[in-house]
Protein backbone atom coordinates (compact mmCIF):
# COMPACT_ATOMS: atom_id res chain seq x y z
CA UNK A 1 0.00 0.00 0.00
CA UNK A 2 1.49 3.75 -1.04
CA UNK A 3 1.92 5.85 2.23
CA UNK A 4 -1.45 7.70 2.75
CA UNK A 5 -1.29 10.82 0.77
CA UNK A 6 0.03 14.21 2.48
CA UNK A 7 -2.23 17.65 2.31
CA UNK A 8 -0.55 19.02 5.13
CA UNK A 9 1.29 21.28 2.52
CA UNK A 10 -1.41 22.29 0.65
CA UNK A 11 -3.77 22.73 3.57
CA UNK A 12 -3.67 26.18 4.20
CA UNK A 13 -4.11 27.04 0.04
CA UNK A 14 -6.60 24.64 -0.72
CA UNK A 15 -9.52 26.91 -0.36
CA UNK A 16 -7.96 29.91 -2.60
CA UNK A 17 -6.61 27.23 -4.95
CA UNK A 18 -10.21 25.95 -5.30
CA UNK A 19 -11.54 29.44 -5.49
CA UNK A 20 -9.00 30.60 -8.34
CA UNK A 21 -9.53 27.22 -10.31
CA UNK A 22 -13.43 26.83 -10.27
CA UNK A 23 -14.73 30.06 -8.32
CA UNK A 24 -17.61 28.56 -6.08
CA UNK A 25 -18.55 25.64 -8.34
CA UNK A 26 -17.25 23.04 -5.42
CA UNK A 27 -18.76 24.48 -2.30
CA UNK A 28 -21.91 24.61 -4.39
CA UNK A 29 -21.48 21.10 -5.23
CA UNK A 30 -20.60 20.16 -1.47
CA UNK A 31 -23.60 22.04 -0.13
CA UNK A 32 -26.27 20.97 -2.51
CA UNK A 33 -25.72 17.64 -0.38
CA UNK A 34 -26.44 19.19 3.03
CA UNK A 35 -30.69 19.19 2.70
CA UNK A 36 -30.18 15.02 2.74
CA UNK A 37 -28.15 15.14 6.10
CA UNK A 38 -31.35 16.78 7.55
CA UNK A 39 -32.77 13.32 9.06
CA UNK A 40 -29.31 12.11 10.09
CA UNK A 41 -28.47 11.86 13.43
CA UNK A 42 -25.06 9.99 12.84
CA UNK A 43 -22.96 10.56 10.36
CA UNK A 44 -19.40 9.68 8.83
CA UNK A 45 -17.30 12.58 7.04
CA UNK A 46 -14.29 10.87 5.24
CA UNK A 47 -11.64 13.36 3.90
CA UNK A 48 -13.39 16.29 5.53
CA UNK A 49 -10.59 18.73 4.47
CA UNK A 50 -10.79 22.34 6.31
CA UNK A 51 -13.78 22.31 7.46
CA UNK A 52 -15.89 24.30 5.34
CA UNK A 53 -18.70 21.33 4.42
CA UNK A 54 -18.71 20.36 8.25
CA UNK A 55 -19.70 24.09 9.43
CA UNK A 56 -22.02 24.35 7.61
CA UNK A 57 -23.52 21.05 8.97
CA UNK A 58 -23.20 21.51 12.20
CA UNK A 59 -24.71 24.84 11.72
CA UNK A 60 -28.14 23.65 9.55
CA UNK A 61 -28.34 20.75 12.01
CA UNK A 62 -26.88 21.49 15.34
CA UNK A 63 -27.80 18.28 17.18
CA UNK A 64 -26.44 16.33 14.30
CA UNK A 65 -23.33 14.01 15.66
CA UNK A 66 -20.75 13.27 13.08
CA UNK A 67 -17.49 11.26 13.21
CA UNK A 68 -14.75 12.85 10.33
CA UNK A 69 -11.71 10.58 9.28
CA UNK A 70 -9.31 13.29 7.86
CA UNK A 71 -5.30 11.64 7.83
CA UNK A 72 -4.06 15.08 7.37
CA UNK A 73 -3.07 17.17 10.87
CA UNK A 74 -3.35 20.82 9.00
CA UNK A 75 -6.68 20.02 7.66
CA UNK A 76 -7.80 18.93 10.94
CA UNK A 77 -6.72 22.22 12.49
CA UNK A 78 -8.17 24.01 10.23
CA UNK A 79 -11.38 22.38 11.06
CA UNK A 80 -11.22 22.82 14.63
CA UNK A 81 -10.60 26.26 14.03
CA UNK A 82 -13.68 26.49 12.15
CA UNK A 83 -16.07 24.73 14.36
CA UNK A 84 -18.25 26.72 16.11
CA UNK A 85 -17.33 25.23 20.52
CA UNK A 86 -20.96 23.46 21.03
CA UNK A 87 -20.62 21.50 17.82
CA UNK A 88 -20.66 17.45 18.24
CA UNK A 89 -17.86 16.06 16.44
CA UNK A 90 -15.52 12.94 17.03
CA UNK A 91 -12.27 13.29 15.05
CA UNK A 92 -10.43 10.49 13.91
CA UNK A 93 -7.07 11.40 12.52
CA UNK A 94 -6.14 8.30 10.50
CA UNK A 95 -5.86 7.15 7.48
CA UNK A 96 -9.04 6.07 6.36
CA UNK A 97 -7.96 2.74 4.51
CA UNK A 98 -6.78 1.28 8.18
CA UNK A 99 -9.26 2.39 9.84
CA UNK A 100 -11.28 -0.14 11.86
CA UNK A 101 -15.17 1.40 10.92
CA UNK A 102 -17.50 0.73 13.70
CA UNK A 103 -20.44 -1.64 13.08
CA UNK A 104 -23.54 -0.56 11.44
CA UNK A 105 -23.59 3.19 13.14
CA UNK A 106 -24.42 5.72 10.86
CA UNK A 107 -27.22 7.15 8.84
CA UNK A 108 -25.20 9.00 6.32
CA UNK A 109 -21.95 8.84 4.72
CA UNK A 110 -20.26 11.70 3.34
CA UNK A 111 -17.08 11.96 1.10
CA UNK A 112 -16.41 15.07 -0.72
CA UNK A 113 -13.56 14.87 -3.33
CA UNK A 114 -12.24 12.04 -1.32
CA UNK A 115 -12.55 9.19 -3.46
CA UNK A 116 -10.86 10.27 -5.99
CA UNK A 117 -7.82 9.71 -4.52
CA UNK A 118 -7.82 6.03 -4.43
CA UNK A 119 -7.04 3.34 -7.33
CA UNK A 120 -9.74 1.10 -7.73
CA UNK A 121 -8.51 -1.47 -5.86
CA UNK A 122 -7.72 0.72 -2.69
CA UNK A 123 -11.54 1.48 -3.25
CA UNK A 124 -12.69 -2.29 -3.85
CA UNK A 125 -10.90 -2.96 -0.05
CA UNK A 126 -12.87 0.07 1.61
CA UNK A 127 -16.12 0.82 0.09
CA UNK A 128 -17.42 -2.88 1.59
CA UNK A 129 -15.96 -1.67 4.36
CA UNK A 130 -17.74 1.85 4.92
CA UNK A 131 -20.89 0.21 3.76
CA UNK A 132 -20.27 -2.43 6.70
CA UNK A 133 -20.79 0.58 9.23
CA UNK A 134 -23.98 2.12 7.67
CA UNK A 135 -27.58 1.65 9.25
CA UNK A 136 -29.79 0.08 6.91
CA UNK A 137 -31.38 2.61 4.68
CA UNK A 138 -28.76 4.84 5.25
CA UNK A 139 -27.54 7.50 3.02
CA UNK A 140 -23.98 7.80 1.20
CA UNK A 141 -23.51 11.50 -0.33
CA UNK A 142 -20.54 12.19 -2.41
CA UNK A 143 -19.47 15.27 -4.18
CA UNK A 144 -17.29 14.50 -7.21
CA UNK A 145 -15.53 15.41 -11.28
CA UNK A 146 -18.06 13.75 -13.49
CA UNK A 147 -16.16 11.06 -15.34
CA UNK A 148 -17.83 13.03 -19.12
CA UNK A 149 -15.00 12.08 -21.03
CA UNK A 150 -15.26 15.19 -22.41
CA UNK A 151 -11.73 17.08 -23.98
CA UNK A 152 -12.63 19.76 -20.83
CA UNK A 153 -12.92 17.25 -18.50
CA UNK A 154 -10.16 15.54 -19.39
CA UNK A 155 -7.53 18.37 -19.39
CA UNK A 156 -8.76 19.46 -15.91
CA UNK A 157 -8.62 16.03 -14.53
CA UNK A 158 -5.14 15.55 -16.50
CA UNK A 159 -4.03 19.07 -14.63
CA UNK A 160 -5.45 18.15 -10.94
CA UNK A 161 -3.85 14.78 -10.88
CA UNK A 162 -0.61 16.05 -11.83
CA UNK A 163 -0.70 18.80 -9.14
CA UNK A 164 -2.06 16.79 -6.29
CA UNK A 165 0.46 13.53 -7.20
CA UNK A 166 3.31 15.97 -7.42
CA UNK A 167 2.09 17.82 -4.17
CA UNK A 168 0.54 15.55 -2.16
CA UNK A 169 1.59 11.86 -3.32
CA UNK A 170 -1.72 10.61 -4.01
CA UNK A 171 -2.27 7.32 -5.10
CA UNK A 172 -4.32 7.34 -7.93
CA UNK A 173 -3.96 8.87 -11.70
CA UNK A 174 -7.70 8.84 -12.56
CA UNK A 175 -10.97 8.63 -11.48
CA UNK A 176 -12.16 5.40 -10.06
CA UNK A 177 -16.01 3.77 -11.35
CA UNK A 178 -17.05 4.99 -8.27
CA UNK A 179 -21.06 4.47 -9.56
CA UNK A 180 -20.22 0.42 -10.11
CA UNK A 181 -17.85 0.60 -6.32
CA UNK A 182 -21.70 1.54 -4.95
CA UNK A 183 -23.93 -0.15 -7.03
CA UNK A 184 -21.82 -3.15 -6.34
CA UNK A 185 -21.94 -2.79 -2.66
CA UNK A 186 -26.09 -2.84 -2.67
CA UNK A 187 -25.85 1.23 -2.82
CA UNK A 188 -28.76 2.68 -5.12
CA UNK A 189 -28.43 6.06 -6.43
CA UNK A 190 -31.62 8.40 -5.84
CA UNK A 191 -30.66 11.78 -6.66
CA UNK A 192 -27.55 13.52 -8.61
CA UNK A 193 -27.28 16.86 -9.37
CA UNK A 194 -24.33 18.30 -11.98
CA UNK A 195 -22.16 21.69 -11.39
CA UNK A 196 -19.84 23.83 -13.60
CA UNK A 197 -21.22 22.89 -16.98
CA UNK A 198 -21.01 19.16 -16.06
CA UNK A 199 -17.47 18.95 -14.36
CA UNK A 200 -18.90 18.28 -10.92
CA UNK A 201 -21.23 16.08 -9.58
CA UNK A 202 -23.49 15.70 -6.22
CA UNK A 203 -24.90 12.76 -5.49
CA UNK A 204 -26.87 10.73 -3.21
CA UNK A 205 -27.22 7.19 -2.57
CA UNK A 206 -29.29 5.06 -0.30
CA UNK A 207 -28.15 1.75 1.21
CA UNK A 208 -30.78 -1.35 0.04
CA UNK A 209 -32.27 -3.36 2.67
CA UNK A 210 -30.36 -6.47 2.92
CA UNK A 211 -31.23 -8.63 5.91
CA UNK A 212 -27.37 -10.23 4.90
CA UNK A 213 -25.17 -8.45 3.13
CA UNK A 214 -22.56 -11.24 2.76
CA UNK A 215 -25.44 -13.82 1.70
CA UNK A 216 -27.08 -13.86 -1.58
CA UNK A 217 -30.26 -15.41 -0.62
CA UNK A 218 -33.21 -15.44 -2.61
CA UNK A 219 -34.78 -11.99 -0.71
CA UNK A 220 -32.01 -10.33 -1.39
CA UNK A 221 -32.55 -10.53 -5.15
CA UNK A 222 -36.53 -10.04 -4.90
CA UNK A 223 -35.51 -6.58 -3.21
CA UNK A 224 -32.76 -5.51 -5.59
CA UNK A 225 -35.69 -6.74 -8.43
CA UNK A 226 -38.50 -4.71 -6.39
CA UNK A 227 -35.83 -1.60 -6.22
CA UNK A 228 -34.63 -1.70 -9.90
CA UNK A 229 -38.31 -1.25 -10.90
C1 LIG B 1 -9.08 16.31 -2.31
S1 LIG B 1 -9.22 16.62 -0.60
C2 LIG B 1 -10.94 16.91 -0.39
C3 LIG B 1 -11.24 17.76 0.82
C4 LIG B 1 -12.70 18.17 1.01
N1 LIG B 1 -13.52 17.04 1.36
C5 LIG B 1 -13.26 18.86 -0.21
O1 LIG B 1 -14.45 18.70 -0.47
O2 LIG B 1 -12.54 19.63 -0.85
C6 LIG B 1 -9.04 15.01 0.10
C7 LIG B 1 -9.07 15.03 1.62
O3 LIG B 1 -9.03 13.68 2.06
C8 LIG B 1 -7.97 13.50 2.99
N2 LIG B 1 -7.43 12.16 2.77
C9 LIG B 1 -6.77 11.70 1.67
N3 LIG B 1 -6.43 10.41 1.81
C10 LIG B 1 -6.90 10.04 3.03
C11 LIG B 1 -6.88 8.82 3.75
N4 LIG B 1 -6.31 7.73 3.25
N5 LIG B 1 -7.48 8.79 4.97
C12 LIG B 1 -8.07 9.89 5.50
N6 LIG B 1 -8.12 11.08 4.86
C13 LIG B 1 -7.54 11.15 3.64
C14 LIG B 1 -6.97 14.59 2.66
O4 LIG B 1 -6.14 14.92 3.76
C15 LIG B 1 -7.87 15.74 2.23
O5 LIG B 1 -8.28 16.52 3.31
Not at 37 to 53: K, N, S, T, W
Not at 71 to 100: C, G, I, K, N, Y
Not at 132 to 151: C, I, M, N, Q, Y
Not at 156 to 183: D, I, K, N, V
Request: charged share 25%; net charge positive; proline share 5%.
Amino acid sequence: MKPVANFNGVARYYRWLEYAAFGRELERCRFALLPHLAEAQQVLILGEGDGRFLRRLVKMYPSTRVDVVESSMRMLQLTRERLPSEASVHFHPVDARRWRFPDRKYDAIVSCFFLDCFTPKTLRDLVPRVSASVKPGARWLLAEFADEHTLRSRVWLAGLYWFFRTATGLESRQLAPFGELLSGNEWQRVGSETFAGGLLRAECWREMFFPRRDVVCGLNKLAKVAAEH
